[in-house]
């Protein structure tokens, strides 16, 4: 982990909701795909935690909704805005387990981790395949993005049918995938448990304190034991998820 | 021409000198090594490890945080290993990047199990003071049900008294009518200081699920909010009390800790600061000198309980 304060560089609406940041700073922490960074907003208390969409040349992207005043005020930033940033956050995903032909399943604010993860494993040589859903046309973002990468193995799936297939994305995976990669709403990932025909690594949120393990705010039982979400997740493994409830 | 001398900033608390006042506060600093990581912690006073009960425990359901204007509620409940692997595991780690006595915070669900945790820590030589939390809201049947009655909290501490030599800090709850009945009754049944405050008792609610937004409902809200009610009830128990006061709640900044230790306390935890900035203990221990010289004073010790009277 490391603090530092990061130069907004980018700072727009690319969906319903939906904004594209970009900072500019001292990245060297941030490590692999599916950690996450912690931001720190004037006039709130506890620090904003957004997944990494993407590293490149010092430049880290996240996208994320705004759900509440923290991330409406963050929308409101100037690009040359600075701020303090804690970055190379959890654990991130494990691309060696991906195989040949990794599948990425990504539900609405959950897709944004998996474009950098996706980049990261066509560049590894592996072909992946790439489910997108979303509850309507308003909410779609990153498909040309995704399409660059993986060309037709990409297939947008809204709720209501207004963009791509209708339905939810355990309606659209596609046959003959090595392994998956997850992250989105726990409805959608509880759904792609039951519906997954490999094992896979799953990205969970929670309400964090700190973090950097400090607070155990974010705790989840798992199989092997307790894990804090922002240490030793936010990424768990398929066989390791004691589900709550 | 008199020469500039850096203001003297070392403590006595309970007989032990802590070279600062600045110690990390229970439950936001784990047992050190998340931030021995990230700095080197002897720069500390010291500091209060994470809450350690007889048996391993989860704690709550989550979510456990909630954010407030100028701070946070969390209901964590006493998550920790359990007591042996405190000893077997935490400690040893612990000394290989602190060098100090540590404070270990104990806490139960009975007297039992407070004078068992203190037994078994009481041959750890790294261990400075037992700070014990009478005081926790976010657990049933014990924590702070201790800490809202005076014979309870005296009988805590006197059990605990006959199995340790250590000296024995009390931690209060807000959560009363008058801190300073609770305060003395501890005095009385042997403890060696009273630290004060844990959280107080607060909620928020999910406008969109119309449910509370922690999983238990409550917990406890901790923050620069609750630092003038903080300031207070150090002022009042300082002035109830013979015993050394541990001062804490909302302190985040140099001046804060002057304030406090100026109602009476002799060493200041931090807490919520240590979560939203992770160095912020370190900036406070490093800050704390220029400002003692920008207010003229030259040996802290000259401050503790200077608005009391």
Same mark, same amino acid.
């Given at each position: ?13 690319? #969906? ?99 474009? !950098? ?45 207004? #963009? ?16 998956? %990669? ?60 004691? !589900?709550?409830? | ?29 784990? %047992?050190? %090594? ?22 391993? *425990? ?7 945080? #909630? ?17 042996? /692997? ?42 400075? !003071?037992?700070?014990?939390?009478i ?12 800490g809202t009655d005076p014979?309870?909290a005296a ?5 605990? *008294? ?8 009390a931690?209060l709850s807000?959560?009363v009518?008058d801190v300073t009945v609770i305060a003395k009754a501890c ?7 009273i ?34 009610? /903080? ?40 807490? #919520? ?5 992770? %160095? ?30």
């Amino acid at each position: 982990m490391k603090q530092g304060l990061f130069e907004i560089t980018e700072n727009r609406r690319i #969906a319903d909701n939906v904004y594209l940041i970009r900072l500019n700073g001292d990245t060297s922490a941030v490590e692999r795909p599916g950690q996450f960074v912690n931001i720190r907003l004037s006039g709130f208390y506890l620090r904003r935690p957004l997944s990494v969409c993407n590293l490149e040349n010092k430049t880290l992207t996240l996208i994320y909704k705004t759900v509440g005043a923290g991330t409406l005020a963050l929308s409101r930033l100037a690009p040359g805005t600075a701020l303090d940033v804690l970055t190379g956050l959890g654990n991130g995903y494990d691309l060696s387990a991906s195989g040949p032909s990794p599948l990425l399943i990504g539900g609405g604010a959950g897709v944004p981790p998996l474009y !950098w993860l996706c980049r990261e494993l066509v560049a590894r040589g592996a072909k992946p395949s790439v489910v997108l859903g979303f509850n309507t046309a308003g909410d779609v973002f990153g498909e040309n993005e995704f399409r660059r990468l993986c060309g037709n193995g990409v297939t947008v799936v809204t709720v209501d049918g207004s #963009a791509g297939k209708k339905g939810f994305v355990t309606d659209h995976l596609p046959s003959g995938y090595s392994y998956f %990669y997850t992250c989105g709403p726990e409805p959608m990932l509880r759904a792609v448990f039951n519906a997954a025909a490999t094992s896979g690594q799953f990205s969970f949120e929670e309400r964090m304190g700190c973090g950097f393990g400090a607070c155990m705010g974010c705790s989840c039982l798992t199989v092997t034991g307790s894990k804090r979400i922002c240490r030793e997740g936010p990424v768990l493994r398929k066989e390791e998820i004691i !589900w709550k409830n | 021409m008199e020469k500039l001398t850096a203001p003297k900033t070392a403590v006595v608390l309970c007989g032990v000198t802590l070279d600062n006042p600045v110690i990390p506060a229970s439950g936001t600093f784990g %047992y050190g %090594y998340e931030f021995a990581g990230l700095y080197d912690i002897n720069e500390l006073g010291t500091f209060s490890f994470k809450g350690t009960t007889r048996e391993p *425990r989860f704690g709550n359901p989550t979510p456990r945080i #909630a954010e407030c204007t100028a701070g946070m509620i969390n209901a964590v409940g006493l998550q920790n290993p359990g007591v042996r /692997a405190v000893k077997e595991t935490e400690l040893p780690r612990l000394r290989e990047v602190f060098r100090k006595p540590v404070m270990a915070n104990i806490s139960g669900f009975s007297t039992d199990d407070y004078v068992f945790t203190a037994a078994e820590l009481d041959g750890e030589p790294q261990i400075g !003071w037992f700070e014990i939390n009478i005081s926790c809201p976010n657990v049933h049947g014990g924590g702070m049900s201790f800490g809202t009655d005076p014979d309870a909290a005296a009988s805590v501490v006197s059990a605990v *008294r006959r199995v340790t030599k250590k000296p024995l800090i009390a931690k209060l709850s807000p959560n009363v009518t008058d801190v300073t009945v609770i305060a003395k009754a501890c005095e009385a049944a042997g403890a060696d200081g009273i630290s004060l405050i844990n959280t107080l008792l607060g909620m928020r609610v999910d406008l969109r699920k119309r449910k509370p937004v922690i999983a238990n409902a409550t917990g406890g809200f901790s923050g620069p909010a609750i630092f003038p009610v /903080a300031l207070r009830m150090v002022f009042q128990t300082a002035k109830a009390v013979k015993i050394p006061v541990v001062g804490m709640g909302g302190v985040s900044s140099a001046e804060d800790v002057i304030e406090m230790m100026m109602c009476g306390a002799t060493a200041v935890e931090i807490g #919520a600061a240590n979560l939203v900035d992770p %160095y912020a203990s370190l900036r406070i221990v490093r800050e704390l000198p220029e400002v003692l010289s920008r207010l003229g004073v030259k040996d802290i010790n000259e401050i503790i309980g200077a608005a009391l009277s």
